[in-house]
């Protein structure tokens, strides 16, 4: 389970993998988001978040 905290209500989350294929779409509803990676492969993967003012933050994702 990935826990996304501190989020902005209407934030939109993209994650990728290391091959820029998009592995899920959202946008978050809470502070606080919970998105199932159980059948995620064990990889690297990229959480872009962007919020209601168009600010982007990027974070590398490790799954084992």
């Given at each position: 389970m990935l826990t996304l905290d501190?989020?902005?209500?209407?934030a939109f989350v993209v994650i990728y993998d290391l091959y820029g294929r998009k592995i899920i779409q959202l946008t978050a509803?809470?502070?606080?988001e919970q998105i199932a990676a159980a059948d995620w492969l064990p990889g690297?993967?990229?959480?872009?978040?962007?919020?209601?003012n168009g600010n982007r933050y990027n974070q590398k994702v490790i799954k084992e």
């Amino acid at each position: 389970m990935l826990t996304l905290d501190g989020l902005q209500a209407s934030a939109f989350v993209v994650i990728y993998d290391l091959y820029g294929r998009k592995i899920i779409q959202l946008t978050a509803t809470n502070q606080t988001e919970q998105i199932a990676a159980a059948d995620w492969l064990p990889g690297t993967y990229l959480v872009q978040i962007t919020d209601s003012n168009g600010n982007r933050y990027n974070q590398k994702v490790i799954k084992e």
